[in-house]
Each structure stands twice: as structure tokens, then as C-alpha cells.
Nanobody, 126 residues
């Protein structure tokens, strides 16, 4: 069973920065594609960022490209999302996600995710 625990959310003013972390259970990174999604009030969950199958190249939603950075510490089984130049429209619950590497790489579809974290709230005030 994969366990994902996010942390680091909070309230920040527009233009500010936040860093999210996702602690994964041992072995997750070697067996699962990892990424971040978010869900704003009244909206569907949407893709934010992930790694390509190489595990090195990153891939971002257009709405966050150039402002957010996904990274990972394999030794600590931890996934990160550095968020800079935050905007009020970035307000959402942010989720860490995992999809088995035994399945086809489908990075942007919430329905393709096998495991979710509990989510962490990010609120950006104007």
C-alpha cells in the first residue's frame, strides 16, 4: 500500500512563494510515476506537474510553467513543489499523486492516478 503525505500549504499573498512536500512510503519512487495535481473550489481536479518517464525531465501545466518547480529526493522518498510568483488563481488543495510504472504513462489525467495524498490547502490572497 502506497502512502503519500503532503505538507507545506498555507496562506500567502500574491507574488509570494510556498514549498510543498510529499513524503512517500519506501519504494514508491522506484515503482510509481509521481506528480502534483490541484483542485480549486467548484472545479475539477487538474494536473500541475510531474516527471517524464526518464525521471529527470519535468512536465508542467501551462498555467504554472515558469513559476513552479517539481523536484525529488530519492533517498528520502520525498517529492517537492516549489511555487513562486503565486497568483490568487493558484488557490486550491494540492495533491501528491502516484501511478504504477506497470501501467501506461498518463501524466495529466486524474482518473489515471492510483494513489492520492490527503491534500494540502494553498490560499493566495490578492
Amino acid at each position: 500500500q502506497v502512502q503519500l503525505v503532503e505538507s507545506g500549504g498555507g496562506l500567502v499573498q500574491a507574488g509570494g512563494s510556498l514549498s510543498l512536500s510529499c513524503a512517500a512510503s519506501d519504494g514508491t519512487f522506484s515503482s510509481y510515476f509521481m506528480g502534483w495535481f490541484r483542485q480549486a473550489p467548484g472545479k475539477e481536479r487538474e494536473f500541475v506537474a510531474t516527471f517524464r518517464p526518464s525521471g529527470v525531465t519535468t512536465y508542467y501545466a501551462d498555467s504554472v510553467k515558469g513559476r513552479f518547480t517539481i523536484s525529488r529526493d530519492n533517498a528520502k522518498n520525498t517529492l517537492f513543489l516549489q511555487m513562486n510568483s503565486l497568483k490568487p488563481e493558484d488557490t486550491a488543495v494540492y495533491y501528491c499523486a502516484a501511478r504504477s510504472k506497470s501501467k501506461t504513462y498518463i501524466p495529466t489525467s486524474p482518473s489515471a492516478v492510483d494513489y492520492w495524498g490527503q491534500g494540502t490547502q494553498v490560499t493566495v490572497s490578492s
